[in-house]
């Protein structure tokens, strides 16, 4: 059964930038569903790629089948791994249920890493990305934080309601999260 943990929070609050540390020191395979998606959204022959764009750029969440399988496959690809980051995932309900449908009983699911940060700091980090992305500019982000206002943020007290969720402020500096994430990583491990 595999491992996975969760992590969610606004867009920009350092999901990606934590994800890949924890991957590099802890042995979890990072796996961001938004990254999957352009990945998807790239690949030749794909017959998604123009309504991911879509979603992507009106920063709405993409039906889950495509998603979850793009994960799903993902995992099946590092089979090996000591566990999963599941990061921007699952962003609404059609997520949740999607997942509990296509992966119930495959995944022990350790807990919530939500990386809470105030909105206008978040907002400022995307602008400065500086990565290209089609959906960093001022038109998407204030839909990105609707849709997180509307929708994730609702699954993320859903979360809190069965004690899942472990949150860390991420407006400080990096060192600082981290070693924080750290902490939550050894406890939930060491049960
Ligand atoms: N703690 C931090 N302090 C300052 N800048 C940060 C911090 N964490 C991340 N950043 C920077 O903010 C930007 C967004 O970070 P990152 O891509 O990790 O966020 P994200 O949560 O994955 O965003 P998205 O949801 O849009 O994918 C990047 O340029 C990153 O270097
Ligand atoms: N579960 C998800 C995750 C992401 N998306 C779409 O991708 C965009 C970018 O996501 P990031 O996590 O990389 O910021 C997001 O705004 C959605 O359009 C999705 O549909 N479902
Ligand atoms: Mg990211």
């Not at 990945?39 to 089948?65: C, D, M, T, Y």
């Not at 962003?91 to 890493?113: I, S």
């Not at 934080?145 to 472990?166: A, D, S």
Request: proline share 4%; hydrophobic share 35%; with cysteine.
């Amino acid at each position: 059964m595999y491992n996975v943990v969760f992590v969610l929070g606004p867009p920009g609050s350092g999901k990606g930038t934590i994800c890949s540390k924890i991957q590099q020191n802890l042995g979890y395979v990072h796996l961001s569903a938004g990254d999957l998606l352009r990945a998807e959204r790239e690949r030749a022959g794909s017959q998604f790629g123009a309504l991911i764009e879509n979603h992507i750029k009106n920063g709405s969440i993409v039906p889950v089948e495509i998603t979850c399988s793009l994960l799903e496959n993902a995992m099946i690809a590092s089979k090996d791994a000591n566990g999963f980051l599941i990061d921007g995932f699952p962003r609404n309900e059609d997520n949740l249920e999607g997942w509990k449908k296509q992966m119930g009983g495959k995944v022990n699911e350790q807990f919530v890493l939500f990386l809470s940060c105030p909105v206008d700091v978040c907002i400022d980090r995307c602008l400065h990305r500086g990565q290209g992305r089609t959906d960093d500019n001022v038109e998407s982000l204030k839909k990105r934080v609707e849709t997180y206002n509307q929708q994730t943020f609702p699954i993320i007290e859903l979360f809190e309601k069965v004690g899942m969720v472990r949150e860390v402020n991420s407006e400080r500096p990096v060192t600082e999260v981290y070693d924080d994430v750290v902490k939550v990583f050894a406890t939930a491990n060491q049960k």
